[in-house]
């Protein structure tokens, strides 16, 4: 029945599944393997755009700008943040190149060059908040 859908209901339904699903509806059929590999993208953009931002956010607490204790508390904040969208970007990527989504070589570097830094513990971003 998934498989008779219109391409707009697809859409729709798509943009609602949560991230650690996603990748599994995109074995439906072509339409929906599609759908997803656009939404999958877009959410690895918005993960990107949002550390890019969150990284923005933690610039004015540097250890010369604030008190130490108000320091500790945000930049714990911030670590935790960021970890938690690192994860979630590095495990969309993850999902994508493990179901043939990418196809761009250069993207595909990036992504196993990112997994295997996390994987051993590292900054696959560069952020220094590790």
């Known amino acids: 029945m998934l498989d008779r859908l219109p391409v707009e209901i697809v859409k729709r339904i798509v943009t609602k599944i949560p991230d650690t699903d996603l990748i599994a509806v995109s074995k439906v059929d072509r339409v929906w393997w599609q759908e997803v590999r656009q939404e999958a993208y877009k959410r690895w953009k918005n993960y990107a755009t949002t550390i890019g931002y ?12 604030v008190d130490w204790i108000t320091f500790e508390d945000v930049n714990d904040f911030y670590k935790r943040w960021i970890d938690h969208l690192t994860e979630d970007q590095l495990y969309i990527m993850e999902k994508m190149l493990r179901n043939g989504m990418v ?12 997994l295997s830094e996390h994987r051993w513990g590292g900054d696959p971003w560069g952020l220094g908040v590790v």
């Open 54 to 65: 969150v990284r923005a956010l933690g610039k004015p607490f540097e250890k010369g700008n």
């Open 103 to 114: 196809v761009d070589p250069q993207e595909r570097e990036t992504i196993e060059h990112a």
